[in-house]
């Protein structure tokens, strides 16, 4: 599959917020400001399993989620990191990173479908997506 195909599924598009381009994903953060929550969509046409990356591409899909979740973990600290990649919905492929937090929104259960989601405020977004894009940065260098 050629990344020049790739297309961002729509409700991805629009529940998250774009945050990098890194080799192989796209990184986004979810817009729900009650989760500290990174989303990464391998930019690969046609993908659902983490199996239909070639070997080489499934490495890479983990180094970017350690890298993404260490740069998470050091904006938004937290008792519990969850990866998991589900796709009973948006079947496109990706891969959720969530800061979890004794006492949040879902606690202890799962954040898929646990209430509505609430939008980050201008400002808070913006901080946000800058202290992530901050941390990759420095994890770059």
Known sequence: MSATTFALDPRLEADTRHVATLPLCELRLMDDARFAWLVLVPRRAGMVEVADLADDEQLQLWQESNRCAAALRAVAPCDKLNLGALGNIVRQL???????????????????????AVPYATDALATRLDALRQELERDQG
Not at 99 to 110: M, V
């Open 94 to 116: 990706h891969l959720h990173v969530v800061a979890r937090t004794q006492g949040d929104a879902a606690w202890p259960g799962p954040v898929w479908s646990s209430g509505a």
